[in-house]
């Protein structure tokens, strides 16, 4: 399987609602949206995307509806540290699937998937509105680092 790991597009400091709540910045959609035919250049397409329900990872995967025919599928497990039952969901169905959330967390997933340790997370640069492409199986050390595209790259292939 091929697993595209997405962090957010650029949100709003703060809001007054709180942490979940910060919405993406009219720039953070300009440049999500330039990214995302970066995406598409490069001919990566999605069975499934499934996404942190905080407000601005949720507004990330609508806008991945132009690279997948579903609608995003929303589960707390994106916006808390990787577990099990992550990797369960991930490897649920064996399809093409794009995860979106947060940082820390999304680095200490790819750090598990790849080398086996969450704790190695923090040698992974993701920037907001980045994208990292693993392939194989969703398992601790079970996948290999396909690709590592900077926002700047994908929307330079736009």
Avoid at 2 to 8: D, K, P, S
Wanted: net charge neutral; hydrophobic share 45%.
């Amino acid at each position: 399987m091929q697993l595209y790991v997405i962090r957010h597009g650029i949100a709003e400091d703060s809001n007054p609602a709180g942490e979940a709540a910060r919405e993406l910045t009219s720039e953070g959609r300009k440049k999500l949206k330039k990214s995302i035919r970066g995406l598409r250049e490069l001919g990566a397409s999605f069975d499934r995307v499934l996404t942190s329900p905080w407000t601005r990872a949720l507004a990330t995967a609508t806008m991945l509806e132009a690279l997948c025919d579903a609608p995003p599928v929303i589960t707390d497990l994106l916006a808390q540290p990787p577990r099990a039952e992550l990797l369960a969901l991930i490897a649920e169905r064996g399809q093409d699937t794009a995860v979106v959330g947060h940082e820390p967390w999304l680095s200490e997933l790819v750090a598990w998937l790849t080398v086996g340790e969450q704790r190695r997370g923090d040698a992974i640069d993701l920037r907001k509105g980045g994208v990292i492409r693993l392939d194989g199986e969703a398992i601790p050390h079970g996948m290999k680092l396909q690709a590592h595209l900077p926002p700047k790259v994908l929307r330079a292939l736009a």
